[in-house]
């Protein structure tokens, strides 16, 4: 690793906690994955009965809605198992992990990778560097809401899928990818698709819409919150790898809290990724005020969009003006 490397790494654990406070927060257990994830699954169940329940009446649209929010929070399980911090049994992280991916429309190994770069270099520019910057270069409001539209997030989805099931690399991914893993990552994509092509072969075969109604429809509609929530996360905020400042905490409410598996500690969970779920607000209540945290998402959404919108402003008056 060469001296810009090393510079660049994302920091601040250390100053914030030693490592003998902070090993208590990191014993994992199955018991509170099992139930959140009991939890959560009878909760989807249940918001898909209301919403057959409802079909052909204007009750549809809120059932529908109530739906799609619970099925994209599905993605903090999945992210949470990449971490391998949701179960104690290393088998049961990855069964759920890939059982969930599957419904998310996920790749797993391939995100773990991927993922584990934006933890390594957190909010760092360059070509090697944070891959998940969000709103990199952004045009004040028209790019906060294309990103909520969630149209670059699902163009990538597809890319990644497509490609890696055509055994093609992606130029952008060779930096965190090693090259004995790309075989394992071409396998995951042409598997994932292979499990799609058979529920559409017997969605067609038994004329039935099920998968449409309560998977794919759900899924999509659901995933503007998801994106929504993903720019409270660091956006607005200064770049550079220092996780006390570039990475922010959402306090919000309690019942949001559990539903998003405590992912909106998302500062802790920077300062240690190693963090199970459970334990992201005891943590937040010992080195909480050393980091950067907010209260209320409508609030944090407020004052990103004014911090675009100062940049935005900012770079126009500095741009050169021709005759």
Known sequence: MSATDSADLAFGKDEVISRKELKPFTRRTDRHGLT?????MSALVASGVLLYLSLGTWWVVPAMLLHAFVMTNIYTPVHDCSHGTVFRTRWLNETVYRFLSLIYIWTPLYY????AMHHTYTQVRGKERDPDIILSDPHWISGYLYYATTIPYWKRQFTWLGSHALGIKEPADHYFIPDDEWPRIFREARYTWAVYAAIAAAAIYFSSWVPVIYWLLPRFIGEPFRRWNNLTEHCGLPEGPDLRANTRTTLTWKWLEAVVWNMN???????SPQVPFHALPALHEKIGDKLHHERGLINVHLRTIRYYRDFARQRESAAPRHA
């Open 36 to 40: 959140y994830l009991a939890v959560h």
């Open 112 to 115: 773990r990778y991927r993922h």
């Open 265 to 271: 500690y998302h500062a802790e969970h920077h300062i």
